[in-house]
């Protein structure tokens, strides 16, 4: 089939993100790019990993059948006319279709790291209990739900009462502020895949074990409050060994290989 029977329409926003569709003659869907505002509070410390302000993360599929016809360059045309200017994150698997697009359209990788899956009937839910309740002095745990459009911190996100939202986060706290959190955002009905960002420690705080704390708490708190959620994805950059202990240590199992890209547009 022709290329020139293929169109690039947006579809209506999907809780607020843009999106759009590669629509064959017959109607057909042979792909779809969506944007999604990437918070600062999403990448782990330290902070020079974190992606920049008005960072958007590019999610971007062909179907096998309709790729090398040009259907993906013009899906990120018509991104890039969208958000002139913005810095674009891309995650791949390695040696995919995805990366070798990445790299043909002048994306810089940025990172690696592995993909890993946590499933809530693996997780002993007594064995959670008992890690929440370890007393940890100096500290206290807090929570929060909502909506984190333009949050740029954690901080902003617990100045704000509570209420329905996509975003669960577990905090510890001390007298100083915020020394640990950890993030989970979850889908759209009836999506029960949820997606966890952290634990970050600040470095004055690490060796009390914060991290295993409020990643637990966040677990408990996520069941809770979500649960149609059954699995948690999560990504861990290879160098960050403390990290991936922990998530081994709750759990998480590798699914694979994770690398990042970034393009900033003209």
């Known amino acids: 089939m022709s290329e020139s029977v293929i169109d690039i329409v947006?579809?209506?926003?999907?809780?607020?993100?843009?999106?759009w569709h590669a629509v064959t003659s017959p109607g057909l869907v042979a792909g779809v790019a969506e944007?999604?505002?990437?918070?600062?509070f999403e990448y782990e410390l330290p902070p020079q990993t974190a992606p920049q302000p008005g960072t958007l993360e590019l999610n971007l599929y062909v179907q096998p059948q309709w790729r090398r016809r040009g259907i993906g360059s013009r899906l990120l045309a018509a991104v890039g006319a969208h958000a002139v200017g913005r810095r674009l994150i891309v995650e791949?698997?390695?040696?995919?279709?995805?990366?070798?697009?990445?790299?043909?359209?002048?994306?810089?990788?940025?990172?690696?790291g592995s993909h890993d899956l946590l499933s809530y009937c693996d997780v002993h839910h007594a064995w959670l209990g008992e890690l929440v309740d370890v007393e940890h002095p100096g500290y206290r745990l807090r929570h929060w739900t909502g909506d984190p459009c333009g949050a740029t911190s954690v901080e902003q996100l617990l100045r704000h009462p509570s209420g329905p939202g996509a975003a669960v986060?577990?905090?510890?706290?001390a007298d100083g502020g915020v020394?640990?959190?950890?993030?989970a955002m979850t889908g759209a009905l009836p999506q029960v895949r949820a997606r966890q960002y952290g634990p970050a420690v600040l470095v004055g705080d690490r060796g009390q074990r914060?991290?295993?704390?409020?990643?637990?708490?966040?677990?408990?708190?996520?069941?809770?409050?979500h649960p149609h959620v059954e699995e948690i994805e999560?990504?861990?950059?290879?160098?960050?060994?403390?990290?991936?202990?922990?998530?081994r240590h709750l759990g998480f199992r590798p699914l694979g290989r994770r690398l990042r890209y970034e393009l900033t547009l003209p």
């Open 10 to 19: 947006a579809a209506p926003d999907h809780l607020g993100i843009p999106r």
């Open 35 to 40: 944007l999604r505002p990437v918070m600062p």
């Open 92 to 112: 791949t698997a390695p040696d995919s279709a995805a990366q070798s697009f990445c790299e043909r359209h002048g994306f810089r990788r940025t990172g690696s």
């Open 169 to 173: 986060v577990s905090a510890a706290e």
């Open 179 to 183: 020394a640990a959190y950890v993030v």
């Open 210 to 225: 914060l991290g295993l704390w409020v990643n637990a708490a966040l677990l408990t708190r996520l069941r809770e409050i």
């Open 234 to 247: 999560t990504r861990t950059a290879d160098e960050d060994s403390d990290l991936v202990a922990l998530r």
